[in-house]
């Protein structure tokens, strides 16, 4: 593989098709990319998704952003270079977890296009679907579930994404939720559609 430091290494290969794959385990993989603002929604919208795709018997898991930094991750911080890292670990870890037949949701602020464009690159096509959870910026800050936003206002936390860092909206996402006045059980019915139209759901 290109770009590795490991020198005397071959990429193996399977002895199955992708195609047998899905045939027995009865689903096609895919990586559901929820990005958007911290509060906008997206772990919710995820979790409930996966939830509601399990109960229809459908093979589904999340990868969230901040539980993904508590382990594979947490040696990374939040300037730009670890953000990119960050996410090109993730994209390699959910692209393991479709190739295996999982619709795989994640949950990532993920805030540059460059690096979303990158996942994009290592998967198939149509294997890759952003999905902006479009939450306006006030409506965030009054959750604040974990009160960054007023630390970041109060300067006690630097480079926060929508504050003192940037967020790079989408330009063309395969999925856009508004979410200001959606129920989570309407945005995750909204990705199982698209889903289900994109043939992932067999």
Request: glycine residues 10%; hydrophobic residues 35%; contains cysteine.
């Amino acid at each position: 593989m290109s770009g590795t430091k490991s020198e005397n290494i071959t990429w193996h290969g399977s002895n199955v098709t992708k195609e047998e794959r899905q045939k027995v385990l009865g689903s096609k993989g895919c990586i559901v990319w929820l990005t958007g603002l911290s509060g906008s929604g997206k772990s919710t919208i995820a979790r409930r998704t996966e939830q509601l795709l399990l109960e229809q018997g459908v093979r589904a898991y999340v990868l969230d952003g901040d539980n993904v930094r508590h382990g594979l991750n947490r040696d990374l911080g939040f300037a730009p270079e670890d953000r990119t890292e960050n996410i090109r670990r993730i994209g390699e870890v959910a692209k393991l977890f479709a190739d295996s037949c999982m619709i795989t949701i994640t949950a990532f602020i993920s805030p540059y296009r460059k690096d979303r464009d990158a996942v994009r690159e290592i998967m198939g096509e149509g294997e890759f679907i952003e999905t902006f959870v479009d939450t306006p910026l006030e409506v965030c800050e009054a959750r604040d579930p974990k009160n960054l936003y007023k630390k970041a206002r109060a300067g006690v936390i630097k480079g926060f994404t929508g504050i003192d860092a940037p967020y790079e909206v989408p330009a063309a996402p395969e999925l856009h939720l508004e979410t200001r006045d959606k129920e989570v059980d309407t945005c995750a019915n909204e990705v199982i559609a698209h889903l289900r139209a994109g043939g992932f759901i067999l």
